[in-house]
């Protein structure tokens, strides 16, 4: 395993579309996190999974935006009639633990551009 | 909420020593941590020290914490030219259920010049 991986690596859409990203956590952690990031700006936190469980979204999280984590491997974040306010690099990241030291892992991110 | 906070740019002569400096807000984040980001790249783990220790140590970097002041700071020995690059903090005050979400600076813009 090489680390978590992200799929696609840049998204292009119009205003409008619905998009779909898919992360592939490090294959033995529990803990799943999905931040976005803006130009200049640090990530912010989206939301979290614990195995399966969504356990915490941000405010930042529209009623558009929907995660899913269905077998506590793989996550999807599904955006839905994307806006130009939603064009970010989408990072997600992964750790192992129970509470504690929290080292999170990041993929590569996915950029998304809204026309 | 938590709320963290760093200067936006540094340049360094390449060689010399490089500080970037941080300032968080919550006394409950326990674990700190240096993430570094390269163009177009995601963020890479550099190190991170827990709040009941005042410095870390680990090759080229120096890790300081003073938690009277909540101050971090992160010194890179020998700076080379493949260090310039983003470099935020992260500090993860405790969720409920004993998780810790990461929040970050702005970021620090390294830039290393001959």
């Known amino acids: 395993d090489t680390g978590v991986s992200q799929d696609p690596r840049h998204k292009i859409t119009k205003r409008g579309q619905n998009v779909t990203f898919r992360c592939d956590p490090i294959s033995e952690h529990n803990r799943l996190y999905w931040y976005r990031q803006t130009l200049g700006q640090g990530p912010e936190f989206l939301t979290y999974?614990?195995?399966?469980?969504?356990?915490?979204k941000s405010r930042l999280l529209s009623d558009r935006f929907s995660a899913e984590r269905p077998k506590g491997s793989f996550s999807t974040l599904e955006i839905q009639r994307t806006e130009q306010g939603d064009s970010a690099m989408y990072l997600c990241a992964s750790s192992f633990g129970t509470s504690g030291n929290n080292e999170q892992f990041f993929g590569p991110g996915t950029r998304l551009t809204v026309l | 909420g938590e709320d963290v906070e760093q200067s936006l740019f540094l340049s360094v002569r390449e060689g010399d020593s490089s500080v970037i400096n941080c300032t968080y807000t919550d006394s409950s984040s326990t674990y700190l941590y240096w993430y570094k980001q390269e163009p177009g790249a995601g963020l890479q783990l550099l190190t991170y020290?827990?709040?009941?220790?005042d410095m870390k140590q680990d090759q080229r970097l120096t890790v300081l914490l003073n938690k009277k002041d909540k101050h971090l700071s992160l010194r890179i020995a020998d700076t080379q030219t493949g260090d310039s690059a983003i470099y935020f903090c992260a500090a993860s005050p405790v969720g409920d259920g004993g998780y810790n979400k990461l929040i970050f600076g702005a970021g620090t813009r390294l830039a290393v010049h001959p």
């Open positions: 999974f614990q195995n399966e469980a969504q356990l915490e």
């Open positions: 020290i827990f709040s009941n220790m």
